[in-house]
């Protein structure tokens, strides 16, 4: 049996009455075995050594097009809001609120 043959096999197997449960068990045997090995790549040292190179390197190359990158300057935010004046703080805002509406309905 190919490494082929599953791509051919599965789905006839499918279509068929009863299926081989051995052929499809040895399938999920290899979907196992190749994420396993996957994984496995993954906790490798040499893996890892790889990637934080490829990292560094990209980081190195950001570095170097954004100091040739010709951007406007950015200017700061303008403030919305005046400061408050130190007077408003003491004051509660809810009874002012609740003095001007002298139980009238707003609508």
Sequence with gaps: MGKGDFRHWLPAALEKDRLN????????????????????????????????????????????????????PVDAMPLMLPPRRDDDLGKPAREEFSHDLDDEIPF
């Excluded at 045997?29 to 994420?35: E, P, R």
């Excluded at 490798?44 to 406007?72: C, G, H, I, W, Y």
């Design 21 to 72: 449960v051995l052929k499809v068990g040895a399938w999920v045997l290899g979907i196992l075995s190749v994420s396993a090995n996957v994984l496995q790549l993954a906790d490798s040292p040499t893996f890892q050594k790889l990637l934080s190179n490829v990292m560094v390197t990209v980081a190195e190359q950001k570095a170097v097009d954004d100091e040739n990158r010709k951007l406007p």
